[in-house]
């Protein structure tokens, strides 16, 4: 219908005609929404009845690693998948979409298909439409899974909350027989390069974290155990490539009543190719920030024809707070931005729980729960602390909380911080936790540090149910006082607990942020009292940091290696700041220019947050470098620096042969637990790798290694390095998707104390990731158990089972453990003689199969002979050269040709002062 006019107006109500005639019309679940302009970049009808190779080839995701001949079929304009499964569990087929395809913020990809049948037959089957990355690792698989629920989704991205296999996460919005009827239904993935969005028949139902921009399509069908049949038909597949306005960053501060930087609005290429495009740029409160320029909290953008397809401008604070940015006009916006208005360090809230009453002006009571259970709770003040009790009526996890009546800002410039005494929980029954929230104001967005065991729960990711112990606290499992803290920074949450850091958790939020302080329990009957006191919630600047947090290790024979010193932006933005880095122990290291170990660094008024220093080695040993701001500001931990001696190669191993090389290696067959591997399990060399297979025979845990023969020594100037290529983890699943394997790397001494430091997988949802296990006599030793969490190796970028370089060094006193060259923990292992290292494969329950694959090992340690290193320093109008270790300093003043003369006199010590000539060179070496 013509309709002619660009700015619109909609409303919505009731109307009756005549006399007496009344009007009674419900309405409910408004939305407006801006059309994407669209390009379809493929489709297919199927109509050719052939599969067309240059579009489509033959694939199959692996999902359990079953075997059987499911196979696509083209007939009567449809593709039909069948087959059966001859090994289970879950074999399959897929037709991959040969072309890959990216998508973005300002390009959305929405790939749509008929699923027209679902007929498998047998204890289940399903329709799989996937999603995946592009090294076919990561993926989120759309399902219709018969027989195991209806339409769900599988996700595997290497982060808590991966299902990867199983029948999957039940999407509720299309339960019922409107959907699970295995008949036709239109199945939709809309992906921005962020998350995935699966709709069926046009109605939304999940919004899955998928954060890659190209990615592949595949469609097909798997049908899950022995002799189960698949058959599954698709018709009308089409990916489209729709266009939208998106604003780059997505978030920044700005203080009152000053200019952001540039903020870029980019629209599709081409869209303005032939005429201008004119957008509005609109913010969602005026009274806080504006796009510069504009009316009313709005600012015309015009794209003229045949011009870039980039515009920009600047926000300007108004008002301490937040405040969204978006677009409107004739092209949808792809994302929002989001601005965080700010001023310098300040107190938000001081607590002490002393009135008889709450003080509404500071908090409000929510009687919102954890989990969806229900409950009878009070929330109030008694004896100068807050009290939390109350009991469950209905199951799971209702409580209460004290909320914030405010909402706070937490940025990069300026963080969140809330500090709160956990006086005591009392909890009788199942299990209860208490803790405090950082959160919006509807809880779609929070972080959540408990006790129940210390934890924390992410939404989105974890919102709900137990999560595994932080480490960092393992120990502490008394249920007395404690202080909590809480440091937001617009990004992520870091907590703490009694000064002691548990780790970082995202909570990408910078402003409207709300504090609870919240007390609850799990299933009927269960009781709980939490106590809470001395609260403080603050705007406070981040500290001056010295990194690499884990510190710098260096030979003696290096020129030296460079640390990052960073400064908040508020603390230099209107003055100039100075940073003092001190050595504790000059005579092992100093940072390069320093005077009597110290060195001063200066920070102009506006310049960059950051600069780098370079540590000089000077003598073997450790030491500690210090810092200092003016202005005052929190400083980091002190950095540790160690000065070793340059190793010796020991050992080294390529696997290129056809036999293991047992002058290096013995077979080991210790479990990793008490099972007994099948006696075919073996370690052979295939490819120029050592393979590692073993297969269950009585559980748990049974596995097999290769130890060195030798030992090896370690000492702090002298450590032992052991490093390998695990080049990748393979499984079959024999018992099902609760089956776990390990492959890692072994550190023992002669008295049974060890680390192993390995990949632990599992395949229905936990997500266990890079780990140690350790055994040194200590009571919190955990030999067998699913080991401590390596939080810096979390993410699909190493929870893959793929090609990682594994290291750790121990030095006598402890072991680091790297992954990569990245730096994950430092452990305790006080054991430095008859060392041992080597590599495993390890699987828990009887029929599981595990295979390691492992390459390019290499030990290294011990003390090589170096010669000295000069060195050379600027002394008034002098040059003062020294060396380390011994030799005879020579001179020569050309280089071609040479002419090397010893210095006479000979110096005395090991340096000398010279005063430069005005005119030639003259060069020295140490001999």
Not at 145 to 172: C, F, H, L, M, Q
Not at 280 to 299: H, I, K, N, Y
Not at 348 to 373: H, P, R, Y
Not at 650 to 667: E, H, M, N, P, R
Request: proline share 5%; net charge negative; aromatic share 8%.
């Amino acid at each position: 219908m013509k309709f002619p006019f660009s700015k619109v107006v909609v409303e919505f109500g009731s109307y009756a005609r005549a006399d007496l005639d009344t009007a009674d019309t419900t309405w409910d679940n408004l939305r407006i929404e801006t059309i994407r302009q669209s390009t379809v970049a493929f489709s297919d009808d199927f109509a050719s009845n052939t599969i067309d190779p240059a579009k489509y080839a033959p694939d199959a995701p692996f999902f359990e690693g079953g075997v059987g001949d499911i196979h696509a079929t083209a007939h009567d304009g449809v593709i039909e998948f069948v087959g059966t499964t001859t090994q289970q569990w879950w074999s399959g087929g897929t037709l991959r979409v040969v072309p890959t395809f990216t998508a973005s913020d300002e390009a959305t990809l929405a790939l749509s298909i008929d699923r027209v049948s679902e007929l498998g037959v047998g204890t289940a089957s399903r329709s799989a439409l996937w999603i995946l990355d592009q090294t076919k690792t990561k993926y989120v698989l759309f399902a219709d899974v018969r027989a195991e629920g209806g339409w769900r989704y599988n996700r595997k991205i290497g982060e808590d909350g991966d299902v990867p296999t199983g029948s999957g996460t039940d999407i509720a919005a299309f339960n019922g027989t409107n959907f699970d009827d295995g008949g036709l239904h239109r199945m939709t993935l809309i992906h921005d390069g962020k998350t995935v969005k699966l709709l069926l028949d046009d109605q939304p139902g999940a919004e899955v974290k998928f954060p890659f921009s190209t990615v592949v399509f595949e469609f097909g069908s798997y049908a899950r155990a022995d002799l189960d049949t698949a058959d599954t038909t698709w018709d009308n597949l089409k990916i489209e490539s729709a266009g939208s306005a998106s604003f780059s960053p997505t978030t920044l501060s700005v203080r009152t009543n000053q200019l952001s930087g540039d903020v870029t609005v980019r629209i599709p290429p081409g869209l303005n190719a032939q005429s201008a495009v004119q957008i509005r740029v609109v913010s969602s409160d005026p009274t806080v920030a504006v796009p510069e320029g504009g009316t009313g909290g709005s600012l015309d953008l015009t794209f003229p024809a045949g011009g870039a397809n980039i515009v920009t401008f600047k926000v300007r604070g108004l008002s301490l707070g937040g405040a969204q940015f978006t677009v409107q006009g004739p092209i949808a916006s792809g994302n929002q931005l989001s601005v965080a208005v700010i001023a310098g360090p300040s107190l938000l809230v001081q607590e002490d729980f002393a009135a008889a009453t709450i003080d509404t002006t500071k908090w409000q009571t929510s009687m919102v729960g954890f989990e969806t259970g229900t409950g009878t709770f009070t929330v109030g003040q008694n004896a100068g602390v807050l009290e939390i009790s109350g009991s469950v009526d209905a199951d799971l996890w209702p409580g209460a909380s004290l909320k914030t009546a405010k909402s706070y800002v937490a940025t990069k410039e300026v963080n969140l911080s809330v500090e709160v005494d956990r006086v005591s929980f009392e909890q009788v029954g199942t299990a209860g936790r208490t803790g405090v929230f950082l959160t919006t104001a509807d809880r779609s967005r929070f972080v959540f540090f408990s006790q129940d065991a210390w934890q924390v729960n992410v939404n989105p990711g974890t919102p709900t149910g137990a999560q595994p112990a932080l480490a960092a606290f393992a120990g502490v499992t008394d249920t007395g006082n404690h202080r909590m803290k809480l440091v937001a920074d617009g990004e992520t949450v870091e907590v703490f607990l009694d000064g002691v850091s548990g780790g970082r958790f995202p909570f990408q939020v910078n402003f409207g942020i709300f504090v609870e302080l919240g007390a609850y329990a799990q299933m009927v009957g269960d009781t709980v009292l939490g106590k809470f006191d001395n609260l403080k919630i603050e705007n406070v600047l981040p500290c001056t940091t010295l990194s690499p947090a884990e510190g710098v290790s260096m030979t003696i024979a290096e020129t030296g290696k460079q640390v990052t010193v960073s400064v908040p932006t508020l603390l230099h933005d209107a003055a100039p700041a100075s940073v003092t880095i001190t050595s504790q122990n000059p005579s092992i290291a100093v940072p390069t220019g320093a005077v009597n170990g110290a060195l001063t660094l200066n920070f102009p008024a506006g310049a960059p947050d950051t600069l780098t220093v370079t540590i000089t080695p000077v003598g073997l040993g450790a030491t500690t470098f210090v810092i200092s701001s003016n202005p005052q500001n929190c400083v980091s931990a002190p950095l540790k620096v160690e000065v070793v001696a340059v190793p010796q190669v020991l050992l080294t191993d390529d696997f290129a042969g056809s036999t293991i090389d047992t002058a290096k290696w013995k077979l080991d067959n210790t479990p990793f637990d008490s099972g007994i591997a099948t006696v075919d399990s073996a370690i052979t060399l295939i490819n120029g790798q050592a393979k590692i297979e073993v297969t269950t025979d009585t559980p748990p845990w049974p596995g097999l290694a290769l130890l060195t023969v030798q030992t090896y020594s370690a000492a702090q100037t002298t450590p032992a390095t052991f490093d390998v290529d695990r080049a990748k983890l393979e499984f079959v699943l024999t018992t099902g998707t609760g089956a776990e394997q390990r492959t890692g790397i072994w550190v023992k001494d002669a008295n049974a104390h060890f680390i192993l430091f390995a990949e632990h997988v599992a395949h229905d949802g936990r997500n266990f990731g890079w780990g140690y296990n350790l055994s040194i006599g200590q009571t919190s030793d955990n030999p067998t158990d699913d080991g401590i969490n390596i939080p810096a190796f979390d993410g699909g970028t190493f929870d893959d089972q793929g090609q990682h370089h594994m290291k750790v060094v121990v030095n006598g006193a402890t072991a680091k453990l790297y992954l990569d060259d990245v730096f994950g923990a430092e452990v305790s292992f006080p054991f430095g003689q008859e060392l041992t290292f080597g590599f495993g494969a390890y699987v828990d329950d009887t029929g599981n199969i595990v295979r390691g694959y492992f390459d390019n090992a290499r030990i290294t340690g011990g003390s090589a002979p170096v010669g000295g290193r000069l060195s050379a320093a600027t002394q008034g109008a002098d040059i003062v050269i020294s060396w380390t270790g011994t030799g005879v300093l020579q001179f020569t003043d050309s280089l071609s040709p040479l002419n090397w003369q010893d210095v006479n006199p000979t110096p005395t010590g090991s340096s000398v002062t010279v005063t430069p000539g005005t005119q030639g060179n003259r060069f020295y070496r140490l001999r």
